[in-house]
């Protein structure tokens, strides 16, 4: 698709009939034109356009090309109620559109996430729980009451309310009538309180304060800049990258701090609260449709001083953006990896450097990607070395598997069995990792050896005793748990091989029959909310041993926790993923940091049947340095990133002979590619090969670190016609090579 370029410097504002470009969400390859409404507008002006027999959404790019019959042109129908996109925002789509090989049309969808935006009807009405009940209970109408229930005092939209509870909007409709749901005028957007940069800031530590200092100075500054913070889990990191945010309160600017969406809980939002006084505002899955519409809004008038969001937070429409916080900057869950695929760590440097604003990217275990940039002189490095106060990190040690003896069907090794005990003797908690949902990975008939496996994807059915069914990791498809083998037919014999965190908790309980046990696993939950206050809660004692997946290796504090149990440290070590070795790593020392954070010691035991393993040793011997310089020696052997440039391109069709046709033309017609000096690798079966019956190909493209490879990309596919079912995602900097 052609770059939607507008003339150099196009006016600020059109007069009523004048002609604009107008980028619309509809999936069109050229801006539209149309004429200037009454009263005129503004240039990224939000607006309502007639396509076809429909109006949509769009926003003024700039003048119309003009080359349409002026006559037949018609007219904006009306500007939205918001302030204008800025140019900033502007160029930050046409930048970031450009480097992903995204359409601008798709661009704009993320940048207009604001509910009701196009819809003003949609947004009068707000919905909450009634006085009375329906005189009939139907199993929709529970479902309604239900979501109203679960979220106590919260109030909704129609169309929200009827999506969360997975019902037509005529049951809440009829409730309103039965004065079981109440109907009212949806309150103006009300203005987020003012932070007070000067609250609560804490006593900072000498090296805190160096910290601070040095990122308020480059934030007055006034430009762009990046700087890596990096210290082990427990150093202050989050104290000192708030007072940067309290200098860009200061200086009037408005802050964005990402968090992995895993991580965004309340006791951050709370922490944020106690520095600043006030609580911030909040965009993520977890916010109702009201608040995100109120958050776009408030952002965009410049009456919201710091966003704490997840990765799409990127796309609000800032009016003065002096700040962005990438926190757990190394976590693969900022890559985007559907719709548009973008890492929001990168694009978060982008938008940065188009507005002039400072990034602060924070991790104990930054990637090779932002070690890279500090070596090559582009970001500034900044490093707490000590944990804060006087906690220190774990002790660290390997357990041999080899050597221990551990029955069949059973993980927990002697070793590990009596540090937990130590621990729960001193009344301390335990946590035991192991990086796998469900019950049992595999599913196995002891009549036939058949695996039970997704009928649409190439996966395993996971089985999640909890919830009594099977379930495929990749689609999310669930069957109940069969009693007969549905390969052979045989009865009795299917069982559970392999451990998850649900089989753990069944080891766990029967070791330890007096302990208060608690599984964390995302599926254990209806919803994030109540995950969270669950995790809260026993953050705070509920339970002496914890077992669970890395959603608890992610954000969370557990004061009381002095024992961190790995019973799998070798799992992200198989396959062939260049990048397995540094997941591995950055995992394994995360949920190690978990331990002893407060002012007890910790201690961290990774069981492994491979002590001797290079990442093993490097984790135990807590060498980062050397561990990253072995890593980048292996990576720039090889070139690849980021040392090197990849692009990943995914064919998709239910037809399996299509994808492979067209992926090997694609490599034969790969002229634009060996311009550049690149080279194409495929077609083969993509890491995951087939999901929801769509048969996967994958193509990899490697270039130069300085070659103009999305150019070079685009030409490249640009040949191609591709079959009405078939799909290509192109993906700039895949994850797994
Ligand atoms: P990180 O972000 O590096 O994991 P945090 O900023 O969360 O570290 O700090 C770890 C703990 O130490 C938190 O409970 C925090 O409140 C506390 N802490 C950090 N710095 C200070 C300080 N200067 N004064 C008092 N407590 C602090
Ligand atoms: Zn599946």
Request: one cysteine or more; hydrophobic letters at 40%.
């Amino acid at each position: 698709m052609p770059h939607l370029s507008v003339c150099a410097v196009p006016p600020d504002f059109y007069h009523e009939g004048d002609l604009v470009g107008v980028l619309t969400t509809q999936p069109l390859d050229r801006l539209l034109d149309y004429k200037a409404p009454e009263g005129g507008c503004h240039l990224g002006a939000f607006v309502e356009v007639p396509l076809g027999p429909r109006k949509v959404l769009g926003v003024v790019w700039g003048p119309g090309q003009g080359d349409y019959d002026r006559t037949k042109i018609r007219s904006v129908i009306r500007v939205l109620d918001v302030a204008p996109m800025r140019d900033e925002m502007r160029a930050f789509l046409n930048r970031a559109a450009d480097y992903t090989l995204t359409p601008m049309p798709a661009m704009l969808r993320l940048g207009t996430r604001a509910p009701g935006l196009g819809d003003p009807q949609s947004m009068r009405k707000i919905y909450r729980l009634g006085s009375k009940d329906p005189d009939r209970m139907t199993s929709a109408r529970e479902k309604v009451l239900g979501v109203l229930r679960d979220y106590g005092g919260l109030s909704f939209t129609l169309r929200e309310l009827a999506e969360m509870a997975d019902v037509g909007t005529s049951v809440v409709k009829g409730l309103v009538k039965q004065g079981a749901v109440a109907e009212e005028e949806a309150p103006r957007d009300t203005p987020y309180p003012r932070l007070d940069p000067d609250y609560g800031g804490k006593e900072l530590s000498a090296d805190q304060a160096a910290g601070a200092d040095a990122l308020r100075a480059a934030l007055r500054k006034d430009a762009y800049g990046t700087t890596l913070l990096k210290g082990v889990t427990g150093s202050g990191k989050t104290e000192v990258y708030l007072e940067a945010v309290a200098e860009c309160l200061r200086m009037g600017r408005q802050a964005l701090v990402l968090l992995p969406e895993i991580a965004l809980s309340g006791e951050f939002i709370n922490r944020v609260e106690a520095r600043f006084g006030m609580k911030p505002a909040e965009w993520h899955s977890g916010v109702t449709m009201t608040e995100r519409r109120r958050c776009w809004r408030m952002v965009g008038q410049g009456d919201a001083q710091l966003v704490v969001g997840a990765r799409s937070a990127l796309f609000l429409p800032y009016q003065h953006l002096g700040l962005i916080v990438v926190d757990e900057e190394h976590d693969s869950s900022y890559k985007q990896e559907d719709g548009v695929l973008y890492n929001a760590r990168d694009m978060a440097v982008l938008r940065a450097a188009i507005n002039g604003a400072q990034v602060v990217l924070a991790s104990a275990t930054p990637s090779l990607e932002s070690w890279a940039n500090v070596e090559a002189g582009k970001y500034t490095r900044l490093e707490l070395t000590s944990r804060f106060g006087a906690s220190v990190l774990p002790k660290m040690s390997a357990i041999d598997m080899r050597v221990e003896d551990v029955p069949g069907g059973r993980w927990v090794s002697p070793t590990l069995r009596a540090a937990i005990s130590a621990r729960l003797e001193k009344a301390e908690q335990s946590l035991i990792f192991l990086n796998r949902r469900g019950y049992a990975p595999i599913t196995l008939c002891r009549a036939c050896g058949h695996q039970i496996g997704c009928d649409d994807c190439d996966a395993r059915m996971v089985e999640h005793r909890f919830l009594k069914r099977l379930m495929c990791h990749q689609c999310g498809e669930t069957k109940p748990m069969p009693t007969v083998c549905p390969s052979c037919g045989a009865e009795d014999r299917l069982s559970a091989v392999g451990p998850g965190v649900e089989r753990m908790g069944e080891e766990i309980e029967g070791l330890f029959p007096e302990a208060r046990i608690a599984v964390l696993s995302s599926d254990l939950y209806g919803s994030a909310r109540a995950m969270k206050a669950h995790i809260e809660e026993i953050a705070s004692g509920a339970a002496d041993i914890i077992i669970g997946t890395q959603l608890v290796a992610k954000g969370h504090n557990f004061p009381l926790l002095t024992l961190v149990g790995v019973i799998d440290a070798d799992l992200g070590l198989q396959g062939s993923d260049l990048r397995a070795a540094e997941r591995t790593f950055q995992l394994m020392r995360q949920v190690a940091g978990r331990a002893g954070r407060a002012d007890k010691p910790g201690e961290a035991l990774l069981q492994t049947y491979q002590p001797e393993h290079a990442v093993i040793r490097a984790i135990l011997a807590g060498d980062e340095e050397s561990f990253w310089k072995a890593e980048a020696a292996e990576r720039k052997a090889a070139s690849v990133p980021p040392y090197g440039r990849m692009a990943g391109i995914i064919l998709s069709s239910p037809n399996v002979q299509e994808v492979f046709d067209l992926g090997a033309e694609m490599a034969r017609l790969d002229a634009p590619l060996r311009q550049i000096g690149a080279q194409v690798f495929g077609p083969a079966p993509a890491p995951i090969a087939r999901v929801r019956g769509r048969h996967r190909v994958r193509l990899l493209v490697k270039a130069d670190k300085t070659a103009p490879l999305q150019q070079a990309l685009a030409k490249w596919v640009g040949q191609f016609r591709l079959p009405t079912n078939l799909r290509m995602a192109i993906d700039i900097d895949p994850q797994s090579f």
